[in-house]
């Protein structure tokens, strides 16, 4: 497979160079972080351009079945995986944000305005009750 991006030729043009950047990259030592991804498709290394390439990264894996590794360790960024153990890593790195997600979602729900207000009222009623 030498180049990914003619696989695809109904990826837009901004599309297939992120595949031949990515291509670059193969393994997760050699990631790329997410401001050089976006400076080197031409967007800039600000939020803007970063929330562009990560738009494009997750139409690539969810609409094209690419495989784009990613990885929070020690080289940070996306990379084309080239092990089984890669993308198993970058599985496991997804669903640790999952949980991690769930968690925080559980816990904001706790914070709805009645359930404030239910926690203050048992807290009011507790202080008033002499011991």
Known sequence: MHDQAAMFPELSPMEQA???IIREHRGAVNAIGLPDMAQKLGLGRGKNGQ???QKI???LVEE???PIGSSCGEHHGWYTPETAQEIADT???YESRLRSLSVLIARTKRCTPA???RQQ????EQEAIPA
Request: glycine share 4%; proline share 0%.
């Open 64 to 66: 094209h079945a690419v």
């Open 121 to 124: 009222a048992i807290q009011f």
């Open 115 to 117: 359930e404030l207000l």
């Open 18 to 20: 992120f595949l031949l």
């Open 51 to 53: 929330r562009i390439a």
């Open 91 to 93: 599985i496991g790195q």
């Open 57 to 59: 990264k997750k139409h």
